[in-house]
């Protein structure tokens, strides 16, 4: 494939050190956002789309087609973020069950994996249930109940599953086990699993860029941003694709290099090439990083339109609860959606929304009452220690206020620029 990039990539490479302390590396984002060409993946994942559609269109009776249509269309989703794709391809898997009159324990199992990717937990559990009625507790049913538990609060028993995953499927234990130690504060521990998978994946470009990438975030988590840097870049080095890899870029170099122009040419890049609303978002803290309210504005009411729409279902209601507890000043609506997100997944963080949404909405004695009863003590990320450190300091509690303002701060680059600069300023 003729594309300057890879002819670019071995000088930038082996460059000289920067003579700054700027970590984003400008002629490397240059190179990706100036010189991009679809790779060759993505053109065949585009080509196999193409080619199932148009068997299923001719053959549409054919037992094959349907599902490999629709496993198509995932693969398109993964690549260009189209919430339609991943609905399309819900609905034939609904179809080739009905076909295969409920009996196959596999399109029970996709479909399961489906609804985890809408955040419809509900609908996971009662998917996952019809594959285990079939064939028990297999291993990839384990893999699957393991998903859930965790991502419902259940993690004692998501910990049982563990041990038993690691002789079926390497990758795919360090995945879960490094989502496990980073629940359990072992950040270091996750961080080297999460790597030691991506190592296990060479040749396989989606899961070892999804290992790479989900590494990174880890390290933006624990505010070592340099690392974070070199996994987005090791990731977007095996295919310029990664949409969420050069989101990453973006992210570190507004936050830390305090470079916003670089980061909205990248984060602009990004829109041309997803169609997700995540973008919107990371636009929005731009516009916040900037002072520019009016601008800001202006991304969250498009974000909060498009994330919003029922299409999404909850796959976006945290950073809804978000903007509507700040930016939007809709706090009814933020109380309405951390309620709803309650039966989907009651997890500690969940009920940290709904506390902060609560205070917000100015039912103070609720929200006290949820946060002692359902969050105090609990694990936390950046994010709901922020908000738990502004009820305590709406409540006049400005010890405790304290106290989660230091946690968050250890996860500050998880916030906002406007949280962050709020965050420091009550840690003076």
Request: with cysteine; hydrophobic share 40%.
């Amino acid at each position: 494939m003729k594309n300057l990039l890879w002819v670019l990539i071995p000088a930038i490479l082996f460059s000289c050190k920067h003579t700054d302390d700027k970590i984003v590396d400008q002629v490397f984002a240059d190179s990706l956002v100036n010189h991009y060409t679809s790779p060759a993946t993505e053109v065949a994942a585009n080509g196999n789309l193409l080619f199932w559609k148009k068997r299923l269109d001719s053959i549409p009776d054919n037992f094959v087609n349907a599902p490999e249509y629709a496993s198509a269309l995932v693969s398109s989703f993964r690549l260009h973020g189209s919430i339609a794709d991943l609905l399309k391809a819900d609905s034939l898997y609904a179809k080739a069950n009905e076909a295969n009159q409920g009996k196959e324990p596999g399109i029970f199992r996709t479909m399961a994996s489906l609804a985890m990717l809408q955040h419809q937990f509900i609908r996971t559990d009662q998917f996952l249930k019809k594959a285990l009625e079939i064939e028990g507790l297999s291993m990839p049913n384990a893999f699957l109940e393991f998903d859930l538990a965790f991502e419902r609060g259940e993690y004692q028993r998501a910990k049982k599953l563990l041990p038993s995953l690691k002789a079926a499927n390497e990758y795919g234990y360090l995945f879960r086990k490094a989502k496990y130690e980073h629940y359990s504060g072992s950040l270091d521990t996750a961080i080297d699993c999460m790597v030691k998978a991506a190592q296990k994946m060479d040749g396989n470009i989606y899961l070892q860029q999804a290992a790479y990438s989900n590494a990174a975030d880890l390290y933006i988590h624990k505010g070592d941003l340099q690392s974070a840097y070199d996994l987005y870049k090791k990731s977007l080095l095996i295919s310029p694709t990664d949409m969420h890899s050069m989101t990453g870029l973006g992210w570190i170099a507004l936050v830390h290099d305090k470079n916003d122009s670089l980061a909205e040419r990248i984060f602009k890049f990004v829109q041309l090439h997803s169609q997700a609303p995540d973008i919107l978002l990371k636009l929005e803290q731009l516009e916040e990083a900037r002072g520019n309210t009016a601008m800001q504005k202006q991304y969250a009411e498009a974000f909060a339109k498009k994330a919003g729409d029922s299409v999404y279902g909850r796959m976006y209601s945290k950073y809804l609860i978000d903007l509507y507890t700040s930016i939007l000043a809709q706090p009814a609506k933020a109380v309405e959606l951390s309620a709803a997100e309650l039966n989907n997944r009651p997890t500690a963080q969940i009920y940290a929304w709904y506390a902060w949404s609560l205070y917000c909405n100015n039912e103070k004695d609720k929200a006290y009452t949820i946060y002692k009863g359902q969050v105090s003590g609990k694990p936390l990320e950046g994010p709901e220690l922020y908000y738990m450190g502004k009820l305590m300091q709406g409540l006049d509690k400005g010890y405790n206020a304290r106290q989660f303002f230091k946690a968050a701060d250890k996860n500050r680059y998880d916030l906002s620029p406007g949280q962050q600069r709020d965050l420091a300023k009550n840690l003076e």
